[in-house]
């Protein structure tokens, strides 16, 4: 993998950034001493370390007495067990009284420039209870699921709290997702009531939304109601009795801004998020009530170093992970200023983001590599016409982050001041697990550097030893951690099969990795057949099953594909059944076809028509041979030994060609 080699070679270069004066000085966390100190304290006393933490961050209604109860084979994890307390509780009802009641917890800036929306802590806890009580009114209680397939727009956040405050269960659905997946998603987690939106704003244009939700629906039975917010104003259909809209809803006479909330047990569901695997369908992560928020609201501390005065924003999209730890969760409960940014980097000019650092003087920006390359490309007069003097720390998160880009972002966006924090997480892992801290760590371009105290990250070999100084191997989590995932929605054995069985006692991430002399970690990719397109997770079976559902696929196999901006790209082999005409016509539809099954993030790059998969004789499709094509190593393929037909090689080799 080319990636890999520029790591090396910076690597090799051993260019090292120690955290500047300014940082260093008040920063949480403030020397590779103190660093090392909490390493130790967390690893000798976990339950100590992470009780102290909990009790220092998190407002607790029934302080807990027991810390941890785990089995990390069975699994069965439990943190906090018999302790109560409020996620929106702890987001906003103490921020009325701590002295934040008027301080700015969401700023929100709409994709067209003067749509800005400021909420204070007070006046997002009184939309938060509106909320609330418009669920409790359709007849949402604790433990049942809301499906949220919404924009980035604030009822986003809104909605989530007020699930959180009665005790229902969200499950995020990205608003770029199709219907199909929707449904999917719907039907898995069996949600109640659905929220919507008319449309997208993106790129200028207003991409219609409620027609995946009609969609999706019809198959659904399980949605009694769906609420739908008015976004861009275009005609949409209300179905008679399911549907309503949002802004009617919340401001009828008998929805009050105060709602009572429940106190919920640390280990009740709090969100569900559907995240995809290399078997099967995506798989509903999950995670639960005290160990999550503890972990969202440390690790925002700690790896942000968020202060009071500080401005921080983070650009993902609120449907993945880092967007509900990260902008909502982990922010909230700090009493954070959180912006919530609508639309894309690059509309409608290139440096939207560096406007809005200027315009709101940010101190903490995190984004994904991917936005950076496509930045990168654009030139560096952009990030120059803005004075971007106020940031102080840089985040990373997503894929590795390739030296060059690192570089980039660190002088252009930087200026040479900020160190960057290349974070290494999971939706699995609910938060940030290995990286560096901003006043401590060196930094060394393309590593995310070292695990956070209490992370017991490692790398094992495939016989679960530990790997020696710079040996590739298995991304493990040796120890529990307060924001692990606590089971697979409605499938036990599916959760203890992909993490716990082939280490056992150890959680495995499915990434591949080397730890260096200095304990720093090289993060190499996933090793299974998981595509990572501009940091979101794709399995290839999910294209796969796509491409066949198409009537004229008779077979098709994907691997990933180095992509200059995207990281990796979708590459799909496809057999076609007899008497069909391969064209480019028909790629175009295939191309649709997955774009409408799955969502536009799984657009494949390239579709190889071919006759042949290279199949072993047990008929196991040989995916090595396949993504060594799609890189355009077509020199040596390794042994082809047990390969049932070798010529498909060739044919596939000549089918590249005349592909370029
Ligand atoms: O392969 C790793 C990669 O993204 C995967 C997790 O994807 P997802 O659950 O969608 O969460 C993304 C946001 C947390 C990981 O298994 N990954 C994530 N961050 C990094 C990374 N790879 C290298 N460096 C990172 N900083």
Known sequence: MSEENTIETMQHEGRTFDPPKGVQQNAYVASMADYEALYARADQDPEGFWAERSRELLHWDKPFTKVLEADMTTPC??????????????????????????????????????????????????????????????????GDRVALYLPMIPELAIAMLACTRIGATHSIVFAGFSAVSLQNRIDDCQAKVLLTADAVLRGGRAIPLKGNVDEALKTCPSVEQCVVVKRAGIDIRMVEGRDIWWHEAMAA?????????????????????????????????????????????????????VKDDDVYMCTADVGWITGHSYIVYGPLALGATSIMFEGVPSFPKPDRFWKIVE???????????????????????????????SLRILGSVGEPINPEAWMWYYENVGGKRTPIVDTWWQ???????????????????????????????????????????????????????????????????RYRK??????????EAGDGARVDKDGYFWIMGRLDDVINVSGHRLGTAEIESALVAHPSVAEAAVVGMPHHIKGQGIYAYV???????????????????????????????????????????????????????????????GDTSTLADPTVITSLVEGKKDLL
């Open 498 to 507: 992909t993490y716990f069985d082939r280490f056992p006692g150890m959680y």
């Open 359 to 389: 315009k709101f003087k940010v101190n903490i920006f995190y984004t994904a590599p991917t936005a950076i390359r496509a930045l990168m490309r654009e030139g560096t007069d952009w990030p120059k016409k803005h004075d971007l003097t």
């Open 77 to 142: 994890i439990k943190w906090f067990g018999d302790g109560k307390l409020n996620v929106s509780a702890n987001c906003l009802d103490r921020h009325l009284t701590d002295g934040r009641r008027n301080k700015a917890a969401i700023i929100w800036q709409g994709e067209p420039e003067d749509d800005v929306k400021v909420f204070t802590y007070q006046m997002l806890y009184t939309e938060v209870c509106r909320c609330a009580n418009l669920l409790r009114k359709l007849g949402v209680g604790r």
């Open 253 to 305: 006479e008998d929805i009050s801004g105060e709602c009572p909330y429940e106190k919920m047990d640390a280990e009740d569901p709090l969100f569900i998020l559907y995240t995809s695997g290399s078997t099967g369908k995506p798989k509903g992560v999950v995670h639960t009530t005290g160990g999550y928020l503890t972990y969202a609201a440390h690790t925002t501390q700690w790896v942000f170093d």
């Open 575 to 637: 057999t076609l059944k007899s008497g069909i005409e391969e064209s480019d016509g028909l790629r175009k539809e295939l191309v649709g076809h997955v774009r409408k099954e799955i969502g536009p993030i799984a657009t494949p790059e390239v579709i190889q028509f071919t006759d042949g998969l290279p199949k072993t004789r047990s008929g196991k499709i040989m995916r090595r041979i396949l993504r060594k094509i799609a890189e355009g190593q077509i020199e040596d393929f």
């Open 427 to 493: 939706t699995e892992t609910g938060g940030i697990m290995i990286s560096a801290l901003p006043g401590a760590t060196p930094l060394k371009p393309g590593s995310a550097t070292r695990p956070l105290p209490g992370v017991a990250a490692a790398i094992v070999r495939a016989d679960g030893s530990d790997a020696g100084p710079d040996e590739g191997g298995h991304l493990v989590v040796k120890k529990p951690w307060p924001g692990m995932l606590r089971g697979v929605f409605g499938d036990p054995e």
